[in-house]
């Protein structure tokens, strides 16, 4: 039965956080234009200036590969780095309205929805009625949090991950292990459901035996893969992106290169390394972008990841720092030569165990409105910098 304060609470936040992003976005494009040296793939350019705006906030970057999947299939081997769900979905509902940008905007939309009442009836039954609207409220408002409405997976990934947690603790562990399966269709990394789930209770020995359920999407993935000749295709398309497999490496690199920014910073701009290349858009366009900048930003959210589990393992049961801990060393361990810790800002929206432990502390200490202040102004900061092809994340 559905939850009419859960329900309430979740239409309000997610109106009104997507109505800022939406607001800043287009202002933003208003004022200052797109990036001069960007040139958007024709995928995601609807024809006439209107609708262009009106999808600024969402159509940046990685979006165009996912609605370029959605229309031609996989089509070059980079593009098999991007998993199936998403764009399977995005192609059925564009289908149907005609439109594949605007089906990745509805779809993100919904998903967010999804998530959001999910989340609020998880931390309902965890930490009790005080939290979950305050809960809603940060992670709504995280400063990446405009990638939930964006046409990337954030949003379809954290109702599938949040919904695993909430089924697996409300003992349905079918739907838990068909979220996990569905988010592992939708990043590899969903396979990493197994470990926090391994670690919830189950009154009952044998539902632990729905857990080998949770491989089944990445084992589909990869088959579809073998089918066309080369099962690792998801694994080699990383280099068409400069990233490595390297246990822990981006943290390692990371942290030193955040010293070094900092030091440049400090110096000052005479001394500053310049610029730094961003990943190819559809593998020809390169954007310069502040490397000091960039690397302070990226260490910021992965201190930021850290703190948070570290809060989740004191306030939450074991299963959500678990859950924390492996998608950090997973987020760390695929650095690029040019960016250590590339995208841990996006990844570390979908953690959401760490912001189920801000909104604790922030509402035990009284402090949960200048929380909500420093994350929708970072929020409006980097949203007006992404509607705008600028590098974030």
């Known amino acids: ?10 239409w309000q936040v997610a109106v009104a956080s997507r109505a800022l992003i939406w607001v800043v976005a287009i202002v933003a494009v208003l004022r200052f234009g797109l990036e001069p040296k960007i040139t958007p793939p024709h995928e995601v350019v609807l024809g006439s200036w209107t609708p262009q705006l009106l999808v600024a906030p969402a159509v940046p970057w990685d979006a165009g590969h996912y609605v370029a999947i959605a229309q031609h299939g996989y089509d070059t081997p980079m ?9 399977l979905l995005v192609r059925g509902v564009g289908a149907v309205i005609g439109s594949e940008v605007w089906a990745g905007v509805v779809l993100a939309l919904g998903a967010l ?6 989340l609020h009836r998880l931390v309902a039954l965890e930490l009790g009625p005080r939290y979950p609207r ?7 408002l995280f400063p990446t949090a405009f990638f ?3 046409i990337y997976t954030e949003s379809l990934f954290l109702a599938l991950t949040v919904g695993a947690f909430y089924f697996a603790r409300r003992e349905r562990w079918a739907l838990a292990a068909l979220c996990g399966a569905l988010a592992a269709a939708t990043r590899n990394t969903g396979v990493l459901l197994l ?15 729905w857990l080998a359920a949770i491989p089944a999407g990445l084992i589909a993935v990869l088959a579809y893969w073998a089918h066309r000749g080369n099962w690792k295709a998801p694994f080699d398309a990383q280099r068409f992106w400069d990233r490595s497999f390297s246990p822990l490496g981006g943290l390692l690199h990371g942290s030193w290169d955040a010293v070094v920014s900092f030091g440049q910073l400090v110096a000052g701009p005479a001394h500053h390394v310049l610029t730094t290349p961003t990943p190819a858009q559809n593998g020809i366009l ?12 990226d260490f910021a ?6 703190v948070g589990c570290v809060g989740a393992a004191r306030r939450l049961p074991l299963a959500y720092p678990a859950y924390g801990a492996v998608g950090i060393a997973a987020a760390v361990s695929a650095p690029t030569k040019f960016e250590p810790l590339m995208s841990m800002p996006r990844y570390a929206a979908v953690l959401f165990p760490a912001q189920m432990w801000l909104a604790a502390w922030s509402v035990d200490r009284g402090r949960l409105n200048l929380t909500l202040t420093v994350c929708a102004a970072l929020l409006a900061l980097l949203t007006a910098e992404f509607a705008g092809w600028r590098w974030v994340a």
């Open 1 to 10: 039965m559905l939850d009419r304060t859960a329900l309430r609470d979740t």
């Open 79 to 87: 593009r098999a780095a991007f998993f199936p769900l998403y764009p």
């Open 113 to 118: 929805f999804a998530a959001l009442y999910l």
């Open 134 to 140: 305050a809960a809603l409220l940060v992670t709504a």
């Open 148 to 150: 939930f409405s964006a």
């Open 195 to 209: 470990v926090p789930l391994a670690l919830m209770p189950r009154a009952r020995r044998r539902d632990f035996a």
């Open 286 to 297: 390169s954007v310069p972008t502040t490397l000091a900048t960039v690397n302070l930003t």
């Open 301 to 306: 959210f992965v201190a930021f990841a850290v």
